[in-house]
T-cell receptor, first 114, second 110 residues
Framework: SQTIHQWPATLVQPVGSPLSLECTVE??????LYWYRQAAGRGLQLLFY??????ISSEVPQNLSASRPQDRQFILSSKKLLLSDSGFYLC?????????????FGPGTRLTVL | QKEVEQNSGPLSVPEGAIASLNCTYS??????FFWYRQYSGKSPELIMF????GDKEDGRFTAQLNKASQYVSLLIRDSQPSDSATYLC??????????FGAGTTVTVRA
């Protein structure tokens, strides 16, 4: 069966510090991968998605970036965090080929920028 | 106009009652529709998906889709306190990307 991991689970960072969040998927190959952010009491905002190694699409202009160095690894980064970057960061995956498109979420990383 | 709209709630129902959640979407070409449940502080969990007009039942959950009216709903029968959560409606307009509603918070009171 497929599983998705995210770490760290929680993170407290000062404004202006760098960020690296990691997501890995097990039990599937060539998944589509997604990064979402959920601000407190808000809906899910799609940040990036990737259909393959090195292929990244950005949905929202911001100080965040994403990379996919391996088939089942997706990384979210920032060089300098802003207060507005606080939120619940969720990685999700779906089957890469045409199909039902159900997305499955990882456990999330709760980021607080102070 | 938002792509996916839901009543924010909160929706309060007594234990054992039916909870009815509604969702409308703007892209008439949408083909895939999903309901996620999100407990406080946790990540969303897929509970239902539906692709064809009509009803789809899974245990105490029923999803209903009406593409002509651009409307999808979720019914929770025999509501339990464990059903207290935020329910997210999601739609795939035309590619790989899900578009989410803001969610409806449901509280089941014992």
């Amino acid at each position: 069966s497929q599983t998705i991991h995210q770490w760290p689970a929680t993170l407290v960072q000062p404004v202006g510090s760098p960020l690296s969040l990691e997501c890995t998927v097990e039990g599937t190959s060539n998944p589509n991968l997604y990064w979402y952010r959920q601000a407190a009491g808000r809906g899910l905002q799609l940040l990036f998605y990737s259909v393959g190694i090195g292929q990244i699409s950005s949905e929202v202009p911001q100080n965040l970036s994403a990379s996919r160095p391996q088939d089942r690894q997706f990384i979210l980064s920032s060089k300098k965090l802003l207060l507005s970057d606080s939120g619940f960061y969720l990685c999700a995956w779906t089957i890469g080929t045409s199909g039902s498109h159900e997305q499955f979420f990882g456990p999330g990383t709760r980021l607080t920028v102070l | 106009q938002k792509e996916v709209e839901q009543n924010s709630g909160p929706l309060s129902v007594p234990e054992g009652a039916i909870a009815s959640l509604n969702c409308t979407y703007s892209d008439r070409g949408s083909q895939s529709f999903f309901w996620y449940r999100q407990y406080s502080g946790k990540s969303p969990e897929l509970i239902m998906f539906i692709y064809s007009n009509g009803d789809k039942e899974d245990g105490r959950f029923t999803a209903q889709l009406n593409k002509a009216s651009q409307y999808v709903s979720l019914l929770i029968r025999d509501s339990q306190p464990s059903d207290s959560a935020t329910y997210l409606c999601a739609v795939i307009p035309n590619d790989y990307k899900l578009s989410f509603g803001a969610g409806t918070t449901v509280t089941v009171r014992a």
